[in-house]
C-alpha cells in the first residue's frame, strides 16, 4: 500500500483567478442598518442596478432580503427577471425607460413599472387589461434631469390620466435629482418645488399615492425634506461617498476590495522604456513587478502611470500603458516576489486604496470604477 501525504498538509490552492474581488457581506449588513438609523423612518429602495454596482446582483439582494429590505430598484426589466427568478419576492422598480413589447413581462413576474409619459401609461394600463391582470405603476416626473419622464409643466395631463386607469394600482410617484451631490444645492431646490408642484396638484385632484420618492444617496443624506416616503439609495449601501464632503454625516465601511498577485519580477536598466508606446522610463536601474490584470478586466487604461497598488505594506506605482490583461508596477529598490499579494482596491497595514482614489486617477466617478470591473473577474464573497 502507498502511503499518501494528506491533502491538508499543502497550501490552499485557491478555485478563482489570482485576480478576483471580495465582497464583505459583514459591511454591507453594517452599513444597511446605519443608512436605516440615520434616515428618518422612511422606506429604503435599495439600488441594485448593473449588478448590483458590480458586487452580484443575486448575492446582495438575498442578503438584504434576509435583513428585511423594503423595495428593490433596477434600471432594466432583465434585471427584475433575474432576481424574481432566484427567488426574490419584495417589491422591485424598473427605474429605466420602458419597451413596449416588454409589458407582459413586467407584469408577469410582478415587477413595478415606471409610466414617464401619457402613451406609456396606456400602454400599461392596455397591456394589463389583456391580461387579466393588474399592474403597479411609478409615475415619474421629470424636474430637470431631462432624461425620462414627462416634464414637470405637462405633468397635470399625467395625473388626470392615472385617475382614469382601472387596470393600473399607481403605487407611486417620483422624480431625480441631477446635481445631488454638489455643493451647490440651488438646482436641487428648484427641482424639489417642480415636484411639489406636481405634488400639490396631485392632491387636489384626489390622487392618492402612498409612495413619493425623489432622493438618491446625496440627496438623500443632505436635504431631509426630501426624503418623503422613500429613499432610493445605491452608492453609499456600497460603503462609497457621492461627494467626500458627505463623510462627517455618516460613517460607512468600504465593502469591495480587488487583489491580484506579482507574476513576474525583473530587472530592468536605465532609460529602457516600458509597455506599449513607450509612455514611460526610468532615469536609472530599478525593479518591475508585473501584474496579471489589465483594462480588459476594467482596470482603465485611462489610470496608465497614475494609479498605485500595495505590496507588502507599501504603495507602489504603476508605470507604462496599462495593457489588456497585464500591468507593470515600479518596486524601486522595494521587495515583492513572484505569487506575493498585490492589492489593487482595499487596505493593508497602514496603507489604503479607495474606489475613490481609482475614480481620480482615471478622471471619472466612483460608480464607473465598479461597474466597470467585468465578470472575468471573480467575486468571492466573505
Ligand atoms: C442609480 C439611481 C439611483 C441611485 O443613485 P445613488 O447615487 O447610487 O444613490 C437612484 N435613483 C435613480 C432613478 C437612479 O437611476
Redesign the pocket.
Known sequence: MILQTPMTSSPKIPDHRPTHVEIDLGAIKDNYHRIKKTMSGQKILW?L?ANA?GHGLIKIAQLLETLGSDFF?V?YAEEGITLRKNGIRSPILV?GGISGFQLPQFIEYGLTITASSIEKLNQIEECAKSMGKEAIVHLNIDTGMERIGIHHYNAKSLIKAALDVDHCQIEGI?T?MANA?LSDDEFTHIQQERFEEVLQYALKEGLNIPLIHAA???ASLRNDSLRYDMV?????LYGIY?NQELKNLIDLKPVLSWKTRVVFFKVIEAHKPVSYGGSWQSAKMTRIVTLPVGYGDGYMRAMSNKAKVIIRNNKYPNVGSICMDQLMIDIGWGTAYNDDEVILIGESGDESIIVEDLAYWAGTIP?EILTNINTRVPRVYK
Open positions: 439600488v442596478k454596482y430598484g434600471a427605474m417620483y431625480h451631490d438618491n444617496s446625496a432610493r439609495c445605491g452608492l453609499l457621492p460608480y
